[in-house]
C-alpha cells in the first residue's frame, strides 16, 4: 500500500513552471498557474486558439517544438499535458534527475505530484484529493462548494440541487442537452448558481477564448473540453462547425455546456445555437449571464447610469467599420443620444468610430474610458475623451477584450 500524499500549497508567484504540451488539457491548467502568478513556459509545436491567446497577451511564453531537457532549468514545477506515455515519462525522468515535482495527466501513478480538485470561494482555496480517483475527488469537491455557497453567498438559503432544469423541451430518447451558459466578463466567480452547476455536470464543454480559465481548471477529468475560440481577426472555428458539435454530441447521449464569456444573447450568437438545436430536436436551456457591457464599467467605477447624468445607455457593438456596408449601426442616430454609450468588440475600429460620432454632433471633449480585461487580474482602464481615446488606447498598447464607454458617466463617481 502506497504511503498518502503530503498536501501543500505551492507559492508560485514569479516562479517558473513548465507545461509541455498546448492541448486541451494544458488549456484547462494553464488559467490556475497563471492565477497562482506563475512563470509560465509552454512547450509545444502547436497550441489551442485559446492558449495563443494567452501568448499573444503576454501572459507566458511559448516554445513551438517538442520537449528538450534544457526547458527544465529553473523550473519549480513541470505539468506534462499530453497523452503520449513514452513521451511523457521522458519528461517525467527529466524532471526526477533534476528533483522537480512533475504532474501527469496520462499517468497519475507515475507522477510525483497531482493536482487536485479544487473551487474557489474568494480568499478561501479548498483542494481535495481522493486517494488518485479523480472522480471521487471531485465529488467531494462539488460537496464542499454546494456548502460554502450556501453558507458564503449572500441570499443563497439552500444548496444548488443536482438537476438541470429550465430546458425549452423534453430531453430526447437519448437523453442529451444542451446549455448555453454565460460565464460572465472574466472574474470566475461571477457565473451565476445555475450556470456552474451546469459546468459541473456536463459531459462535453464547449468553450470560447472570453471564458474564465479557472472554470475550466475545476472541470472533470473525463469531461471532452473542445476550443471553440475565436481569436479577434484570427483563426476561427466556424459558427455551422459549433453548432454541428453540439447538436452531434447531445443526440449522443451528452450533457453539453456551450459556455460563453459575458451573456449568451449579447453579441454571442447564442441564437444561432440555439436555433440550430431546436432544428434537431435537442432540448436547450439558456443561463443567462453577467454581460461585460454593464459589469466592465461599473469594474471601473463608472456607473452606466446616474442620476441627473444618464437616463439611458447603448449597447453596440463596433466589430463592423462605420463606414462599412456590412454595419448594421446608425452611428449618425447614437450621436445624436446624450446618454451613455457602450461599444464591445470596438477597439479595433476605435478611431473611425469616434471620428463619425464626432462629425455627426458628438461633442469631441465628451469623456470616454477604455476597460481591458474587466473584473480579472489583468484589469486596466484608461480615461480620456472622445477626440483622444483612441490614440491614448493605441499608446498604451490596450488590446481585445475591452469595453469602450463614451459619455458624462465616466467622471459621475470621481471624488
Known sequence: ???????????????????????????????????????????????????????????????????????????????????????????????????????????????????????????????????????????????????????????????????ADGATGTDGATGGRVALVGSGPGDPELITVKGWRLLAEADVVVADRLVPGLLLD?????????????????????????????????????????????????????????????????????????????????AAGIPVTHRGVAHEFTVVSGHVAPDSPASLVRWDALAGLRGTLVILMGLKNLAAITETLIAHGRPPGTPAAVVQEATTGAQRVLRSTLDAVAADASAADLRPPAVVVVGDVVGALDV
Open 218 to 298: 475545476e472541470l472533470r477529468p473525463d469531461v471532452e473540453l473542445v476550443d471553440a475560440s475565436k481569436i479577434p481577426y484570427g483563426p476561427s472555428r466556424a459558427q455551422e462547425e459549433i453548432n454541428q458539435i453540439l447538436v452531434d454530441r447531445a443526440l449522443a447521449g451528452a450533457a453539453v455546456v456551450r459556455l460563453k464569456g459575458g451573456d449568451p444573447y449579447v453579441f454571442g450568437r447564442g441564437g444561432e445555437e440555439l436555433l440550430a438545436c431546436a432544428a434537431a430536436g435537442v432540448p436547450v436551456t439558456v443561463v443567462p449571464g453577467v454581460t461585460s457591457s454593464i459589469a466592465a464599467p461599473a
Open 1 to 163: 500500500m502506497s504511503a498518502n500524499p503530503y498536501p501543500l500549497g505551492l507559492r508560485l508567484d514569479g516562479r517558473r513552471v513548465v507545461v509541455v504540451g498546448g492541448g486541451a488539457v494544458a488549456t484547462r491548467r494553464v488559467p490556475a498557474l497563471l492565477d497562482a502568478g506563475a512563470d509560465v513556459l509552454l512547450v509545444a509545436p502547436e497550441l489551442t486558439p485559446a492558449l495563443q491567446a494567452r501568448v499573444d497577451a503576454a501572459r507566458l511564453r511559448w516554445v513551438p517544438r517538442r520537449f528538450v531537457p534544457e526547458d527544465l532549468d529553473g523550473a519549480w514545477l513541470v505539468q506534462v499535458a499530453i497523452d503520449d506515455p513514452i513521451a511523457a515519462a521522458a519528461v517525467s525522468a527529466v524532471a526526477d534527475e533534476r528533483r522537480i515535482f512533475c504532474v501527469r495527466a496520462d499517468d497519475r501513478t507515475a507522477a510525483t505530484a497531482w493536482t487536485p480538485a479544487v473551487t474557489r470561494q474568494g480568499p478561501v482555496t479548498v483542494a481535495v484529493l481522493g486517494g488518485g480517483d479523480p472522480r471521487r475527488a471531485m465529488t467531494v469537491r462539488d460537496a464542499i462548494r454546494d456548502l460554502l455557497a450556501v453558507r458564503l453567498a449572500a441570499g443563497e438559503s439552500a444548496p444548488p440541487q443536482n438537476r
